[in-house]
């Protein structure tokens, strides 16, 4: 929990309010002047209402510059930013030819597949060759290549499941896997910082909706309790099952769930449990596979395992493992394997290379020395930062780190001023993260090596301290020797 | 002291002699004389107060005690998360084992393609896949971020600028699914209490986007100018508040899962009158209607600024992935941070907006592909216009040529079974590769069942005449059996 200090919640609702009352005055004004230039709408309802988009309009644009950065190269360790400029106060942004390189702390590059690899991308490049592009077809009709069976066959073997299935996105895949699993009459028992798609997905499946507290297994079992005594809103008819949705990495908070508990709850009380890993599969465990190999959860206890394959594995698409049955069920019913186009072929031959890499199936130990590096890199980072003073979330091994900023003039100047020194970070605000807990996200890679790292934290201190974001008291510095070794296990 | 009491005594008994014989006190009634009913009637008086003002009696309320809720937990038994499974849900897809062009490889064969909706031949086309080498080499597979975190690649903001250029529209934003940008673009635009009419054969991407956005819904029948205008009619008058609320039609260009190409002009004459606003979604017609290729619009000779909304899935003519939708600039900026189909989800793989880029590029240099689609569609049509027991139902310009059965089964689950095993043994027997229909439970469209053929621009003529023969033979084979 993220208790804020109280002097940082005052001035952080007053400078709201004060740009929330300049927004409001200069829509007053906006009115009048154009009273005369309405654009002739001639009985159509206006498209979007002024109130929906105040916020864009006012608060938005102000700091656009710090969102929606164009790059032009892959998003590795290092990459080139494309510099813009504006000239009407950040309401249009126009690109220039200049780019700066860069420090990336921002893309989703756990352990290094995001640029070109020596394994992978021949092989991509061949099965580009052989398959095009793209299969034009959904994968009942004409979409299942030869690529597509190797790729389901390595990811059941990878994620410790019977059977798997794979689709074209991840966000696509749980809208339309929950509608398929749970309808009308069902309950859903969703973490309370749960990604947009699950939200999505619920909803769309007609299921009643509950919610409990961040990764509090207590209270998950004191609403699992009430609910199944109540059962079915007004009708009081029991429900017909119960699927209690969690997250492996929560990706705003860096924090990694407590999976044992919970599903030691879900047996207890007969409810189905639905994990979904996009951040942790790849990044988090000992070899790589996820949150249940770092927990120490049986795999055979999680009944619906979900996760994507853009984060670790450098590509794009999403997957559902589960038992031979279900992904049978699945294969037979689901939307988005029916109708949608499959995943692009050479996007699927990444991902089995990728996978073999991490393995050590390609005959090297790159995949473990990325995996050592990326637990490694992200503990060293994460120790620095809370040793300089700043507050940040998450628990140790997990490589998503947010640094926390409150206020809303210090999400443009803590990325401005690190973009001035070469070093590009993420800053997320409202609506993402709630109105008061806006915060800078750090993403480690097993491509920063450890000079990199130290280079971005002297920055970070030095605009940190430029912004006044190091709530907590510094650590006086010891004076030692920093090993630079790198450990293998 | 006692004297005292007894002073009081009196004066108490005084007062009641008083009162009832008061002569104010004294009244008959019914020829019986009372005396003293004031103080009757104050008396009940004061009793009808008590009791107005007691509650009713309600049984004390007993939450459920830990061993109850015990109990009940232990005698709850839920469902199966999934179903028993059937035969039939175990029928596997054909397994490629090459570019899903105009004839590829299943189980070693050689086998003509008619299930990938590649209108224009672009697939293994050179052009495509020497840019997605260059690219992929220059930026990896991935974009490993979402577009608002360092996951804009030029590519992408060049992609939207050509697909704006080509077809005349001020701005546009690229989606990296071709489901995702229906069901991502009407709840951006649609929300609780606006009015949506929408065409009851639309597919599962835009059903599931009008879900989502928790507006009235009004289905018209099925490419039916006449049962369109009754239903605006409807809703005009009905309603005074309707002038208020933001107002859609939804269509698609040329519909998925029937073939037939919706009346633009019609659609924009009604929507003028009406006031409402048009979502329309150009997958299959993109690249394929139209002189040179440029979607309905240009087909119609609607000029584009009349439609509102224009999205398209790139994963049919443009041989890519991913998804795009152009307007004004206002409506495209909107969706850059409420569209959550975008915001929340990793960028499209920068090989794959390359190759868009580069698809249009072919499309705008040799418009000889159209004509050669166009003809091909044509020739199919003239084969497959007499077969007995199946109908065409597509229009007779769209590359989704659609046979629907003519007599059902009796339930549409035996008719998918049949369709399937028309499908396998085309492919078993004549090498031939056709879509049968597929409905997920999940799908609330109504459309006939049938089989659907994908014309490309690179069929030859030989293999339209094999799809006419073999298709021929087994409708008369299968359909008219004992």
């Not at chain 1, 004004?29 to 309405?38: E, M, P, S």
């Not at chain 1, 864009?56 to 998003?75: G, K, N, V």
């Not at chain 2, 309603?239 to 939804?250: A, F, G, T, W």
Request: net charge neutral; aromatic share 8%.
């Amino acid at each position: 929990m993220i208790t804020i200090p109280y002097l940082t919640a005052v001035s952080t609702y007053f400078s709201y309010g004060l740009l929330f009352a300049f927004g409001q005055l200069r829509d007053f004004f906006r009115r009048f002047l154009d009273w005369w230039l309405t654009s002739n709408l001639q009985g159509y309802a206006p498209i979007c209402l002024g109130h929906e988009d105040f916020y864009i309009r006012r608060l938005y644009h102000r700091i656009q510059d710090c969102f929606e950065r164009p790059i032009s190269s892959a998003p590795d360790a290092w990459f080139d930013v494309v510099e813009r400029y504006s000239n009407d106060n950040n309401k249009t942004l126009k690109r220039t030819t200049k780019t700066s390189r860069c420090l990336n702390l921002g893309s989703y590059n756990y352990l290094g597949f995001g640029s070109f690899d020596e394994y992978c991308t021949p092989r991509v490049i061949e099965s580009l060759k052989k398959f095009s592009a793209s299969t034009c077809s959904s994968r009942v009709d004409a979409g299942t290549t030869s690529v597509h069976a190797e790729l389901e066959e390595c990811v059941t073997r990878f994620v410790g499941k019977p059977a798997a299935v794979v689709f074209g996105m991840g966000y696509a895949t749980n809208s339309a896997i929950i509608p398929v699993l749970i309808g009308k009459g069902g309950l859903i028992l969703s973490d309370s910082l749960n990604h947009s798609s699950i939200v999505n997905g619920a909803r769309g499946s007609g299921a009643t909706i509950r919610v409990f507290q961040h990764n509090t297994p207590s209270h998950l079992e004191r609403v699992l309790r009430e609910q199944i005594a109540e059962g079915q809103p007004r009708t009081h008819r029991p429900w017909k099952k119960i699927i209690v949705v969690v997250e492996g990495i929560y990706s705003m908070e860096g924090e990694i769930c407590h999976l044992p508990e919970v599903v030691a709850i879900c047996k207890k009380y007969k409810a189905y449990v639905y994990l979904d890993e996009a951040h942790s599969i790849g990044a988090i465990g000992k070899t790589g596979k996820g949150i249940c190999e770092l927990l120490g959860v049986d795999t055979a206890d999680v009944d619906v395992m979900m996760g994507t394959f853009t984060k670790s594995f450098g590509s794009c698409g999403g997957y559902i493992a589960g038992s031979k049955e279900l992904i049978q069920y699945l294969k037979h019913q689901c939307p988005a394997h029916l109708y949608a186009t499959s995943i692009p072929t050479p996007s699927a031959q990444q991902i089995i290379s990728a996978i073999k890499v991490i393995l050590g199936e390609d005959g090297s130990n790159r995949g473990a020395q990325k995996l050592a590096r990326i637990r490694e890199n992200s503990n060293f980072f994460r120790a620095e930062l809370q040793k300089m003073g700043f507050e940040v979330l998450g628990d140790n091994d997990s490589p998503v780190m947010p640094i926390m900023l409150y206020n809303p003039a210090k999400i443009p100047s803590f990325s401005r001023e690190c973009l001035r020194e070469k070093v590009a970070v993420v800053v997320v605000g409202f609506p993402a993260t709630p109105l008061l807990l806006a915060r800078a996200r750090i993403c480690i890679s097993a491509s920063h090596s450890r000079e990199d790292l130290i280079r971005a934290l002297e920055v970070i201190s030095k605009v940190g301290d430029l912004s006044g974001i190091k709530y907590f008291p510094a650590e006086p510095k010891k004076i030692e020797h920093t090993n630079n070794d790198i450990k293998l296990d | 002291m006692a004297s005292n009491l007894v002073e009081m005594f009196n004066a108490a008994l005084n007062w009641v002699t008083m009162i009832l014989d008061a002569p104010s006190a004294r009244a008959v009634v019914f020829g019986v004389p009372i005396q003293g009913h004031f103080l009757v009637e104050g008396v009940l008086g004061v009793v009808i107060v008590i009791l107005l003002s007691l509650k009713s009696y309600t049984p004390p309320k007993r939450p459920l005690t830990e061993q109850e809720i015990d109990e009940l937990c232990d005698d709850w038994v839920p469902e199966p998360l999934i179903p028993p499974i059937t035969e039939d849900m175990k029928h596997e897809p054909p397994v490629l084992e090459s570019a899903a062009g105009p004839h590829t490889t299943v189980n070693g064969k050689d086998v003509v393609n008619f299930a990938s909706a590649n209108f224009l031949g672009l697939i293994g086309h050179e052009k495509l896949l020497e840019s997605c080498t260059s690219a992929l080499e220059k930026y990896g597979v991935g974009s490993c971020g979402p577009r608002g975190f360092y996951g804009t690649i030029d590519v992408h903001l060049d992609c939207e600028t050509r697909i704006s250029k080509f077809l005349g529209t001020p701005d546009s934003i690229l989606y990296s699914y071709g489901l995702s940008t229906m069901f991502s673009t009407i709840p951006c635009f649609c929300k609780k209490g606006d009015i949506i009419v929408a065409d009851e054969g639309v597919h599962w991407g835009i059903q599931n986007g009008l879900q989502l956005s928790r507006s009235t819904i009004v289905y018209f029948k099925h490419n039916d100018m006449e049962s369109l205008r009754s239903t605006l009619e409807k809703i005009m008058t009905k309603n005074k508040r309707s002038k208020n609320l933001r107002r859609y039609i939804v269509a698609e260009a040329v519909y998925q899962n029937s073939g037939q190409i919706a009346p633009l002009d019609e659609i924009v004459k009604l929507k003028e009158k009406y006031r409402f606003r048009v979502i329309l979604d150009e997958s299959n017609s993109f690249g394929v209607l139209g002189r040179s290729g440029r979607g309905l619009a240009e087909h119609h000779g609607v000029p584009i600024e009349k439609i509102d909304v224009v999205t398209a899935a790139m994963g049919h003519a443009l041989a890519t992935e991913g998804g795009f939708c152009t307007g004004n600039v206002r409506i495209i900026d909107y969706q850059r941070l409420s569209s959550s189909g975008y915001v929340f989800s990793a960028s499209l793989p920068p090989y794959l907006a390359s190759a868009a880029i580069t698809a249009i590029d072919v499309i705008d240099q040799n418009p000889d592909m159209l004509v050669k689609l166009k003809q091909n569609i044509a020739l199919l049509w003239k084969g497959l216009s007499n077969i007995k027991g199946m109908s065409l139902t597509s229009n007779p310009e769209s590359p989704i040529v659609f046979l629907k059965l003519e007599n059902s089964r009796g339930s549409a689950k035996e008719d998918l079974l049949l369709l399937e095993e028309m499908a396998d043994r085309a492919l078993k027997e004549d090498s031939l590769l056709v879509v049968s229909s597929k409905r997920s439970f999940l799908d609330k469209c109504r459309l006939p069942l049938g089989i659907k053929l994908y014309v490309s621009a690179g069929h030859s003529e030989s293999d339209l005449l094999k799809a006419s023969e073999s298709l021929k033979r087994l409708a008369s084979e299968l359909l008219f059996k004992s």
